[in-house]
């Protein structure tokens, strides 16, 4: 099949998804044809099946906001043209779905009639696109979608709490690929130069928005630390970042927090991870908790959102009410303080991680994509 795929392109749960999909439809010979402003980053290696196509957006003084979507939209319509791409497959509705919804108008203008997938990620439906400015142009590019995706059971429950959705939502999970890197003895191991063999590590990996909860991921480390050794890795950058060293310098933990920034190294990182704190306000899904998982780490994690489908409570990890600190830090201290239940929740972790294979999950987007183009959706 011939699939064009629509994403932000940033560090970021749905980029990254729509990057791994792209690449592993790829490996099984679907033509693939990445379409965004710049090219995603974890999309390395362009070959025979990978194509990137760049949407530029010209500045003109008269515009206070250059035209993303227009811009998008006119794309979409002359790579479909030029590769008879047969399917658009969009991650994240704002403004994907609607600059999607435009391009198949005009190529039904020209008699060319292309399907639209709709995947939805999380803040789409939860943060950005509920707001009243959005929702009524959210909603109507959801509903005229012609397949429409969720990331998780409680994203699809929220968006259909949320909007008039009047399409079928599909349940998609997000996935991982489990190759052999996992616990591959090759990758160099840097953590001496972290910690102490002595020390915990403990790590938390997001882009450090107000909804990820920074400040109780430090409240959780710092109560931590107090008991046992242990270093906190935070990888990623963001808004909250500047005000989370700020209250590391306030709790004297400093000494012990490293700020790694958007690190090109998160496997490695993972690889020596003892634990993962991601006590988010909200998450459809949480893919920072299942990446870790894949490298037999355990996460600690608030229980909103879709992060019970994922973090499995007293097996993976633990779960705790969102901004129950004293929880989260009791429940890592149970775990990391005895050695053999630290090992029962690495192998658990890892198995739960396994039944999110992308060998597992695939099929289902082929299936969907086979089904839309035969018309039977
Ligand atoms: O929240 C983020 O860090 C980024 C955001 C995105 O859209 O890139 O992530 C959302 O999509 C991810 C991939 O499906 C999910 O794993 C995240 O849980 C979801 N974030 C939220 O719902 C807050």
């Not at 396994?354 to 082929?366: A, C, Q, V, W």
Request: hydrophobic letters at 40%; a negative charge.
């Amino acid at each position: 099949m011939k699939i064009a795929i629509v994403c932000y392109p940033t560090f970021g749960g749905s980029g990254v998804v729509a990057t791994e999909l792209g690449l592993e439809l790829a490996k099984r010979g679907h033509e693939v044809h990445f379409i965004t402003y710049s090219q995603p980053v974890r999309l390395a290696l362009l070959g025979p099946n990978v194509h990137y196509h760049e949407v530029n957006v010209p500045e003109y003084p008269l515009f206070h906001y250059q035209p993303y979507e227009l811009a998008l939209s006119s794309k979409l319509v002359d790579m479909v043209k030029l590769y008879d791409i047969e399917i658009l497959h969009v991650h994240y509705a704002i403004p994907h779905a609607y600059a999607g919804y435009m391009a198949k108008q005009m190529l039904k203008d020209e008699g060319i009639e292309i399907p639209m997938v709709t995947t939805l990620h999380g803040t789409d439906i939860t943060l950005v696109g509920n707001h009243p400015f959005y929702k009524p142009a959210v909603c109507f590019s959801i509903n005229k979608s012609d397949v429409v995706t969720s990331v998780s059971e409680s994203l699809k429950q929220q968006t259909y709490d949320l909007f008039n959705i009047t399409k079928e939502i599909h349940v998609i999970p997000n996935f991982i690929e489990l190759n052999n890197n996992i616990n591959d003895p090759t990758i160099p191991c840097m953590r001496s130069a972290i910690a102490k063999s002595s020390e915990r590590i403990i790590t938390h990996v997001s882009n450090f928005r107000k909804v990820k909860r920074i400040p109780d991921v430090v409240k959780i480390f710092a109560k931590i630390q107090e008991k046992i050794p242990a270093k906190l890795l935070m990888v990623g950058d963001g808004p909250e970042k500047a005000a989370a060293e700020e209250l590391c310098r306030k709790l004297g933990i400093l000494d012990k927090v490293l700020f790694l920034g958007n690190s090109n190294e998160v496997d490695q990182i993972l690889s020596y991870t003892d634990l993962f704190l991601l006590p988010s306000e909200t998450e459809s899904f949480g893919l920072a908790a299942l990446e870790a998982m894949a490298w037999s780490v355990p996460v600690i994690s608030s229980n909103s959102g879709g992060l019970p489908e994922v973090n499995i409570d007293g097996i993976s990890g633990f779960l705790s009410p969102v901004g129950d600190v004293d929880s989260m830090a009791a429940n890592a201290l149970s775990i990391l303080e005895d050695e053999v239940t630290l090992a029962q929740f690495k192998a658990n972790a890892l198995k739960i991680a396994k039944t999110f294979d992308i060998i597992n999950i695939l099929p289902l987007y082929e299936d969907l994509y086979k089904k839309v183009l035969n018309k039977e959706l």
